[in-house]
């Protein structure tokens, strides 16, 4: 317990909390259930959104956790969504790639556009087949040099844009354009090598 300008505010006990996260955990449960589609996934977000709660906030009052635990899941649901996105972008991103933008500060994310509505689940063979580009994407990545795999996976995976990637790398926006442009056609060369056919 400790003191306000209110009185006297009680914080959560440990059996407290873990009261409170059984009497939620269906209802959650449910709620992310219905926004991904997907059991498995649904159950990740829940255990994480849990989690998250007795991290950060397992010493704030009983009465404020409700709240909290809410504002965590929804966060969760949209962290997953936005992976979602980022994923499909690394699906679509590479079918961008013409040679009419062999400019070495191209960024092919500047010319992709959400018209699908990535956000939504993939159907199950679509989804299986953006899972297997995306192990081999994410093998292939290994071989880059470190500075090209950097603004790529900042710019493609961590979906910051061009202005925050640059500062994050401590250069210009032009080298993160060039990184990330020399990044996705050597990708998309060894994709190619590897039968992998890019509409």
Known sequence: ???????????????????????????????????????????????????????????????????????????TIRDHFRRQKVRSAWVTLFSSLQPKHE?????????LEDNDNQSTPAAPFEAMQQKQLIAVIEQAMTILPARQREAFLLRYWEGLDTTETAAAMGCTEGSVKTHCS??????????????????
């Open 1 to 75: 317990m400790y003191a306000s300008r209110l009185g006297v505010i009680k914080l959560s006990t440990s059996a407290e909390l873990d009261q409170f996260l059984s009497s939620v955990e269906r209802r959650a449960y449910k709620h992310a259930l219905f926004a991904v589609r997907d059991t498995h996934i649904a159950l990740d977000i829940v255990q994480d959104a849990m989690l998250k709660l007795t991290e950060k906030y397992s010493d704030k009052p009983n009465e404020e956790l409700p709240l909290l635990f809410q504002r965590i899941l929804q966060n």
């Open 103 to 111: 400019e070495e500060d191209f960024d092919p994310l500047d010319v």
């Open 182 to 199: 020399r990044a996705t056609h050597a990708l998309a060369a060894l994709l190619k090598k590897k039968g992998v056919e890019l509409s």
